[in-house]
């Protein structure tokens, strides 16, 4: 029988590829004259990074535990796949990665609006490669400092003879299993965590600032919008200051609570996996914001779901599945509500 941890992996997995899916689909509707402009680019970016970080966390699915003297990075799979050394960091490494790369990818959405909307610059796909670049770059130089920690001596069976004291069973740790072990008492572990501080004040410096700028500019440009426009410009910063909460919600404070616990010597064995389970509902939230909160959407999918039934209903061709009907009457300007550029 299947436990609930590996009930909850899955099926966030699945609900988030599905809803970033979804995401994906009805920002591609966003085309003005067949093309897409640079902000939404950057939304299917976004959308793809977290697709990525849902399958990754399945396939490098990760456990964080405490023991006495060593923090824990333990890959469920490696049970079935036995992993060297090399590997093994390396696994944890891009499960890190791609997970940090995912929340690095909401700030980095809200800077391309800023720059997008207020003119700034003109967004091309030059700045959407640097964009992606750097949301990469964040995320793994994070994870980095994990694949520099591990110790070659901790790495056959520190948890297993744990549990045994503990008189604690994992389905997932036996005698033969091996896990990244890193010494509580090694400064590359305290600059490890430090780094990932570090990434969050830097996250949510630049989303805040940026922030304080796009509603600067629209409130002082707003006598020139029309009232539809004012309201999808509403709608689309509301949907851009949720998904900011929502990682820090669910990941960025417990991540530096649980730090400052293991700092003061605090030990909660389990406290890292629950952790790890939260950044997983980040893409699943993020993209229900996007579909639910936005008029535009929400008549997409609508759209969408009519256009299938006719199909069902054998009234309309198949080619025309995905073509929903246009929540406004065209205007000259994107559906983001902004003028094309």
């Known amino acids: 029988m299947a436990s609930i941890d590996t009930i909850l992996v899955y099926s966030t997995c699945a609900f988030a590829l599905c809803s970033n899916t979804l ?16 902000y939404a680019l950057t939304l299917l970016c976004q959308f793809t990074f977290a697709f990525i970080s849902a399958i990754v966390s399945v396939v490098a699915r990760v456990q964080l535990l405490l023991v006495p003297g060593y923090m824990v990075f333990h ?32 700030t980095t959405v809200i800077v391309f609006r800023y720059l997008h909307v207020c003119d700034v610059i003109q967004v091309e ?15 793994f130089f994070c994870s980095f400092n994990i694949w520099n920690c591990g110790t070659r001596e901790a790495y056959n069976d520190v948890v297993y003879q744990d549990n045994l004291l503990r008189n604690e069973t994992n389905p997932f740790i036996d005698k033969d299993t091996k896990s990244l072990a890193i010494s509580l008492y090694d400064f590359k572990l305290y600059f490890m965590l430090s780094c990932y501080v570090l990434f969050y004040v830097v996250n949510y ?28 410009n509403t709608e689309f910063t509301r949907i851009l200051v949720c998904q900011a909460l929502s990682p820090l919600a669910l990941s960025g404070i417990p991540v530096c609570l649980y730090i400052v616990l293991v700092f003061v010597g605090d030990y909660w064995k389990d406290g890292g996996t629950f952790l790890i389970r939260s950044h997983l509902f980040v893409p699943c939230i993020d993209s ?41 009457p065209a205007t000259g300007t994107t559906t983001d509500g902004v003028t094309a550029k």
């Open 23 to 38: 995401a994906f689909i009805v920002t591609l509707s966003y085309k003005y004259e067949d093309t897409l402009n640079g």
């Open 75 to 106: 890959l469920d799979n490696s049970l079935y796949v036995p992993l060297n050394f090399e590997v093994y960091r390396f696994g944890v490494f891009i499960a890190y990665g791609t997970v940090y790369s995912m929340l690095a990818a909401v």
């Open 125 to 139: 796909r030059k700045h959407l490669i640097l964009g992606c670049f750097l949301t990469l770059l964040s995320g």
């Open 205 to 232: 410096s630049i989303a805040i600032i940026t922030y304080f700028k796009y509603s600067t500019y629209m409130k002082e440009f707003a006598i020139g919008l029309s009232a539809n426009t004012k309201r999808m």
């Open 288 to 328: 229900m914001l996007f579909l639910s909160l936005s008029t535009k959407n929400r008549s997409t999918i609508y759209g969408y779901t009519k256009n299938f039934r006719n199909f069902i209903l054998k009234k309309k061709p198949l080619h025309n599945l995905t073509q929903a009907p246009s929540a406004y």
